[in-house]
């Protein structure tokens, strides 16, 4: 394959890359507004308890899918889990300070916080999953089919 070639393929698998991890960010955002909601705006919750459960089910459920459906990676589980886990480390409690200033202290709307700590979230997550967690190991997961 010629090299023009394979950055074309190179180029082309990124933005599948890019529009997978979208989708199943979007399918997790669903879950992170869904389980908010009933925990700030119904249950009365304050909001940096309920952010966190929130991240949580969407962090579980965009892990589960992108592994297996956007980065195709047979990567160690654990081993993908924990860099992702040290991602969180650093995100989660960043995110509850300043989402819980913002909302509590200077009395910003929730889900405008919210938001925008999606969108932060998204895009620092993307870099760091395609490039440190599955970085070597994209597509490397067979796919097997069960005979009958």
Do not use: C
């Amino acid at each position: 394959m010629e090299e023009n070639q394979k950055k074309q393929f190179k180029d082309r698998e990124g933005l599948i890359h890019f529009l997978k991890f979208t989708g199943f960010s979007i399918s997790a955002g669903a879950i992170q507004i869904g389980s908010y909601a009933v925990l700030y705006s119904w249950l009365q919750i304050r909001y940096w308890p309920s952010y966190l459960t929130a991240l949580i089910l969407s962090v579980l459920w965009n892990f589960t899918l992108n592994r297996k459906f956007t980065f195709k990676s047979a990567a160690n589980i654990p081993v993908a889990m924990t860099k992702v886990a040290v991602y969180y480390a650093i995100f989660t409690p960043l995110s509850t300070w300043w989402g819980d200033y913002l909302v509590e202290g200077l009395h910003w709307p929730g889900y405008l916080v919210l938001f925008g700590t999606m969108v932060i979230n998204f895009v620092t997550e993307f870099i760091y999953t395609k490039y440190f967690v599955y970085h070597n190991q994209i597509n490397t997961a067979v796919i097997s089919s069960v005979e009958e």
